[in-house]
């Protein structure tokens, strides 16, 4: 393994969960408006989440897209080069070590979620709050398995508690249990549907003097291109 996929350690991982806080509490300060907030990642178990959903969707999403993401496009100031570097150099490790586990040693996946005040307590609405905020930086790329397999992502939706079922219906805790448990099983449904629908054949483009797919007879430019 490179050096820059190694697993974060124990103490690396709580000083990324304190500089996320510290940054995102910035963020919060200079951005955000009287009663209302900018919305952050706040810790290392929504941003887990987080890098989960965006490695695993159907398209690629660079750093320079998805690090602004975690302050809702709002970056905080950071006071010289070197804060700034160490942040992002711990979170590249995390993010290609999580990438790793996902496609190369999927064994090895183990989902950063919070500890309750009983070491047994497992919380794991943060971090599906986190894999939701993932979803919604590409929501429209994730229409597919909304429309083909809406199943795979509702426990992300209920589990974050930012989502409800449409119908008012109340989720047993039993339910919940089940799919907290089943949360690293849906992880591997979800990315293995996206590897298959970036398989499947493109339709090809139809030409500007080809005929309209709408059936009108007429060429395209003429019809539904406009």
Known sequence: MQEHEKPLDEAEIDELNELLFSYSEKAEQEHGKEGEEVDCIFSISELDGFLTAVLTGLNPISPSEWLPALW??????????????KL???LMRHMNALANSLFEDPDSFAPIFEIGEDEDDVLVDEWCYGYMRGVELRNNDWQALRDQQPELLLPFMLLSGAYSLEDGEEVSDEDIAEMSDNLPDLVFAVRDFWLAEAEKPKAPKTGRNDPCPCGSGKKFKQCCLH
């Open 72 to 85: 809702r496009g709002k970056l905080p100031k950071f006071e010289s080069e070197a804060e700034l570097q």
């Open 88 to 90: 992002t150099d711990l």
